[in-house]
Structures are given as C-alpha cells and as structure tokens.
C-alpha cells in the first residue's frame, strides 16, 4: 500500500493523499474522510519507515523545533522515501513577514540533514538529528513574497 502525506494541506485536500492539519477552514465534522486534524509539532502518529512521499509545502516554518520537524519526517518515511519541501528563505522577505512563521529556512539549512555533509557529522549526535536525507533537487523561485526554496530531499537509512 503507497501512503503520501499532505502535511500543513489548510485547504488544499488532495485525493491521493492523506491531508493533514491542526486546523481545517470547515466545521468540526466537516473534514473529508481523507483528512487527519494533528499537531504536527508533537510525535506524529505514523509508524515508522511507513510513509511513501511527503508533501511539505508551506507548512515547515510554522513549526518551533527544526530538528523535531526533519527527524520525524524522516522517522516516518520508508527506505528511499521522498520528500518535497518549500518554504519561503531567509535570502527575501516571505520568511520574516508572516508573523505565524517561528523557524526560518534557507538552502544551507538542510546541510544538517544531508546525508555525508560534513555539519551534519559534526553536530548530529549533540544536536540529536536522526535525519539523513539525500538532497536529489533544489532550486529557488522568486513569489510574489520573495525567493521560495524548493528541496527533494530522499530517506537514506
């Protein structure tokens, strides 16, 4: 069975997914079936190495604790999994201007949860990163609010 995560979706439910947020723009009741009410800043409810892809689009600078937020990513994904992130950098002004956003991104930022880079050698145990990624893509888009990076990051356990 291919399970994908739709994580921080708001209002963008899709069908293939199973679509994930704290909140939902509908009534109590209302949600689609395909659709899971979670706080993504505590321990997801997924078991380990059972999730095919992630979608993280929009969502990982509402979240308070990086290393949290890349280890249960990667904690949840199957072996060669994938992930899509994007999220607003620090090199415009979309990631300071929201005032919900509390962690802020940039392309180097993922260094300490890249698989072989030397930051994350060097500071995975003392910073407790379980995560390791292979970086297969990136790119930055300009948005109407500035740059946006774009990152596919692969599972390598």
């Not at 409810?45 to 604790?65: F, G, Q, T």
Request: net charge negative.
């Amino acid at each position: 069975m291919t399970i994908w995560l739709n994580l921080g979706c708001s209002d963008d439910i899709r069908d293939e997914f199973i679509n994930v947020d704290k909140s939902y723009p509908g009534e109590i009741g209302d949600e689609p079936p395909n659709f899971l009410r979670w706080d993504l800043s505590k321990p997801w409810p997924w078991a380990n190495d059972s999730i095919d892809y992630v979608l993280a689009r929009d969502i990982i600078e509402h979240l308070p604790d990086k290393i949290h937020t890349m280890n249960e990513i990667y904690r949840v994904l199957k072996p060669g999994g994938i992930a899509d992130v994007e999220v607003p950098t620090t090199d415009g002004p979309g990631a300071f201007q929201d005032p919900t956003h509390i962690s802020y991104w940039n392309r180097n930022s993922f260094k300490y949860f890249e698989h072989g880079n030397v930051y994350r050698d060097r500071f995975a145990d003392s910073y407790g990163t379980n995560a390791a990624f292979r970086i297969r893509h990136w790119a930055i888009e300009n948005s109407d609010d500035g740059p946006r990076l774009i990152i596919q990051l692969e599972a390598v356990k």
